[in-house]
């Protein structure tokens, strides 16, 4: 199998070699929540983000695939494109993503789809938020800190 994402920068990535780096975690769709003590360090990579188990309100949480996908940004405003020129300002971005491992010349983990060839595999390792979370309908803006969590970056 050619490992494409070792020889391809990220800015010379095909529209489809882009899209299949996403290992379907979902981790990036979880509601995330920052200090606001704390400020922005260098390329904001001092800032303290605190993940919860709330999903964005359009995260089907069986298969950890956005329900309309197309429209997210129109829809749910926080929703953000990860792009090239985006992926070194994302310090929020779980250590377990594939665009942060890429663009940090890091090789992809064995559970990736990519690497093991089975699109499951992100869930059968137990690295997706699948059947940890709870819709952002569920919860009160209120009580995020309630939901904070502690395992979106193991590996």
């Not at 359009?58 to 309309?68: A, E, K």
Request: some cysteine; overall charge negative.
């Amino acid at each position: 199998m050619e490992k494409f994402w070792q020889k391809v920068p990220l800015s010379e990535m095909s529209k489809d070699q882009w899209e299949s780096l996403c290992d379907g975690c979902a981790k990036c769709c979880l509601v995330k929540l920052q200090d606001e003590d704390e400020g922005e360090g260098n390329n904001g990579d001092s800032q303290e983000v605190y993940y919860t188990n709330v999903a964005c309100t359009l995260l089907d949480q069986q298969s950890c695939r956005c329900t309309d996908y197309t429209k997210r940004n129109e829809r749910v405003a926080e929703c953000l494109n990860l792009t090239v020129e985006s992926v070194g300002e994302m310090y929020w971005l779980p250590a377990t993503c594939a665009y942060r491992l890429v663009y940090e010349g890091k090789d992809l983990p064995a559970w990736h789809p990519l690497v093991s060839g089975d699109p499951l595999s992100v869930h059968k390792a137990g690295m997706s938020v699948k059947g940890k979370t709870v819709s952002q309908d569920e919860v009160h803006e209120d009580a995020l800190e309630d939901h904070i969590v502690f395992w979106v970056n193991n590996t």
